[in-house]
C-alpha cells in the first residue's frame, strides 16, 4: 500500500518569491510520482509526473521537481512565483505495477497563495 | 489530447431524485476510467475504480447501491446518485487512463457540482 504526506496545508508567498511544497511518500513497490494542480471549481491538471530516469523533472511553466528515493521525498520547487501560480496543488503516487490497478493515492493538498 | 469531459458541470435536484453524471474521453481509448468525490479544501477520495465492460471495483465503505457505475464503452463511463440526500452534495471528479501510456497518468474530468435540496 502507498501513502502521501503534504506536510504544508497553506502556503502564502509574495509574488516573485521561490516556493518549495513538500511531499513525502512511502509504498512497499516502486512508484509513479505526480503533481497535480487545481483551480477553484475545476479538475485536477498534471503539472509534472516521474517515471523513471533523472531524478529531477521539469514543468512548462517553470515548476521542478526532485525524487528523492533515500528520503522518499518528491518535493515541488518554483523559483519566482506567479499571481496565477495561486491554486492547490496535490501529490500523487502510483504503484508501478498493472496488477495494482493504475490507482493514484493523493494527498492532502497543499494551497499555494501568491500575493502581489 | 487527452481531453475528458464530464456532463453535467452542475446539477441542483431535489432530495430522494437520481441524477447521472456522464465521463467521456474525447480523444483515447480509456479501459479504466475512476471516480472521485472530493469535499470543499480537502483531497480527492476515489469512490470506485470502472473498467469497461465490467463492474465496477468500489472503494471500502462506498455504498454500490447508493453510487451506480456503469463503463458500457471504452470512452463512456456514467456515474449514477441514486435516491440522492443532502449529505451526497459534493463535486464529483472523473478521470481516466490511457492503456497505451506508460506511467499510469490519469486525465481529469472538469468536475460535476451536486447540490441535493
Known amino acids: 500500500a502507498q501513502s502521501v504526506t503534504q506536510l504544508d496545508s497553506q502556503v502564502p508567498v509574495f509574488e516573485e518569491a521561490p516556493v518549495e511544497l513538500r511531499c513525502n511518500y512511502s509504498s512497499s513497490v516502486s512508484v509513479y510520482l505526480f503533481w497535480y494542480v487545481q483551480y477553484p471549481n475545476q479538475g485536477l491538471q498534471l503539472l509534472l509526473k516521474?517515471?523513471?530516469?533523472?531524478?529531477l523533472v521539469e514543468s512548462i511553466n517553470g515548476f521542478e521537481a526532485e525524487f528523492n528515493k533515500s528520503q522518499t521525498s518528491f518535493h515541488l520547487r518554483k523559483p519566482s512565483v506567479h499571481i496565477s501560480d495561486t491554486a492547490e496543488y496535490f501529490c500523487a503516487v502510483s504503484g508501478r505495477y498493472y496488477n495494482q490497478g493504475g490507482k493514484l493515492i493523493f494527498g492532502q493538498g497543499t494551497e499555494l497563495s501568491v500575493k502581489p | 489530447g487527452a481531453v475528458v469531459s464530464q456532463h453535467p458541470s452542475w446539477v441542483i435536484c431535489k432530495s430522494g431524485t437520481s441524477v447521472k453524471i456522464e465521463c467521456r474521453s474525447l480523444d483515447f481509448q480509456a479501459t479504466t476510467m475512476f471516480w472521485y468525490r472530493q469535499f470543499p479544501k480537502q483531497s480527492l477520495m476515489l469512490m470506485a475504480t470502472s473498467n469497461e465492460g465490467s463492474k465496477a471495483t468500489y472503494e471500502q465503505g462506498v455504498e454500490k447501491d447508493k453510487f451506480l457505475i456503469n463503463h458500457a464503452s471504452l470512452t463512456l463511463s456514467t456515474l449514477t446518485v441514486t435516491s440522492a440526500h443532502p449529505e451526497d452534495s459534493s463535486f464529483y471528479i472523473c478521470?481516466?487512463?490511457?492503456?497505451?501510456?506508460?506511467?499510469?497518468?490519469?486525465?481529469f474530468g472538469p468536475g460535476t457540482r451536486l447540490t441535493v435540496l
Open positions: 516521474y517515471l523513471s530516469g533523472s531524478t
Open positions: 478521470s481516466a487512463r490511457d492503456y497505451g501510456l506508460v506511467g499510469n497518468e490519469q486525465f
